[in-house]
């Protein structure tokens, strides 16, 4: 299922040295995309919509934040969403893959950031 291209250098390493424990369980992942220009991202709220995810903008932001269940989020993304364990023992949910922009929403999204929630602050 895994479409776009496979992460690689510093967080490719990072996924290669933790556990994967599976099919991602949280109950809500999210997204950053950034968007062509501030206007209301129209095609994008329905595509999400339509994949049962959610979409937080504001107006006159050129992003938006793009959520939903583990499942529909991979489904809507053609990847896979896996719950990790890193070798510090924190636990976090990613794709090994970065995902494509779906053709629906290319004429307002230029690009989605990782889908990724390891928090790579090192605490004392």
Not at 19 to 43: W, Y
Not at 108 to 116: A, F, M, N, S, W
């Amino acid at each position: 299922m895994d479409s776009g291209q496979p992460i690689g250098g510093p967080l490719g390493k990072l996924l290669a040295n933790s556990t994967d424990l599976g099919p991602s369980q949280g109950h809500a992942i999210q997204i950053t995309v950034t968007l062509r220009d501030s206007t209301r991202p129209a095609a994008l709220l329905e595509w999400a919509a339509q994949h049962q995810l959610s979409v937080r903008w504001r107006d006159g932001d050129t992003f938006a934040y793009v959520a939903g269940a583990p499942a529909a989020f991979g489904n809507a993304f053609g990847v896979s969403v896996h719950d990790f364990r890193s070798p510090d023992g924190q636990l976090y949910y990613a794709s090994r893959c970065q995902p494509d922009i779906p053709a629906p929403v290319r004429g307002e999204v230029t690009g989605l950031g990782r889908i990724l929630s390891y928090d790579s602050v090192h605490r004392a």
